[in-house]
């Protein structure tokens, strides 16, 4: 058990439609990356949070957004959902000095989206 | 271009047996180095993870990897595989100042013949 949770763990949207992800950091963690993995794939990076800011970007278009709260949880939305976005979402929570050392990342869970 | 290879896409082993699993990758500069483990329907678990100094490096559930710049290498290995090892593995590179580049292997399919 990493301390990250997510929810919900499982979730059927149609295409089109907008969808809302969240996750919870590990206590004391001030660092969240969201990753989209496929199946049968390994995962990729969307974007990281570091202290309520986007502190880097993968090759996903704008549709892709979140938000990092004062606790650290976080969230990820997706706009005009594809059939193509059906996939795993990971967050992960990493503890982090600005621009300094990379640290161990912790994994939730997960959840699932399926677009219909 | 920066990438990860796991060649294996699939390994069935028997208990009991030793078990080394695959990764190169292509970086500009010496990474960081990872391997997690994921069972079906979870998230992801780390294992072990390389920064610097010795090149052999210990993780978790009894398994250790080697880091070799010459190859672009750093595979997975484990003396004695049990039921429960039965997983993904995924090989991830990233850089040493931040993590927005942490690029992930395909993954390995481990399965174990009791």
């Known amino acids: 058990e990493t301390g990250v949770t997510q929810s919900p763990t499982h979730l059927i949207k149609t295409r089109g439609q907008q969808v809302t992800l969240r996750c919870s950091s590990q206590?004391?963690?001030?660092?969240v990356s969201w990753y989209q993995q496929a199946l049968g794939q390994g995962p990729q990076f969307i974007f990281q949070?570091?202290?309520?800011?986007?502190?880097g970007r993968g090759n996903f278009p704008p549709r892709f957004s979140g938000l990092q709260f004062p606790n650290y949880s976080s969230e990820l939305n997706v706009n005009a959902l594809e059939l193509d976005d059906s996939a795993l979402y990971l967050c992960?929570?990493?503890?982090?000095?600005?621009?300094?050392?990379?640290?161990?990342?912790?994994f939730g869970p997960g959840t699932r989206l399926l677009v219909l | 271009a920066q990438s990860v290879t796991q060649p294996d896409i699939h390994i069935t082993v028997s208990e009991g047996a030793s078990l080394e699993l695959r990764c190169n990758y292509s970086?500009?500069?010496?990474?960081?180095l990872f391997w997690y483990v994921q069972s079906p329907g979870q998230g992801l678990q780390l294992l072990l993870k390389?920064?610097?100094?010795?090149?052999l490096v210990q993780g978790i559930k009894g398994f250790e990897a080697e880091f070799k710049r010459s190859q672009s290498s750093f595979n997975l290995r484990k003396p004695s595989v049990h039921w429960s090892d039965a997983a993904e593995y995924f090989c991830?590179?990233?850089?040493?100042?931040?993590?927005?580049?942490?690029?992930f292997g395909p993954g390995t399919s481990l399965s174990v013949i009791p």
């Open positions: 970086y500009g500069a010496t990474p960081y």
């Open positions: 949070y570091y202290r309520e800011e986007e502190n």
């Open positions: 390389y920064f610097s100094g010795d090149t």
């Open positions: 206590s004391g963690h001030n660092t």
């Open positions: 992960a929570s990493s503890l982090e000095g600005w621009g300094g050392r990379a640290k161990t990342q912790y």
């Open positions: 991830a590179v990233g850089p040493k100042t931040s993590y927005d580049k942490v690029i």
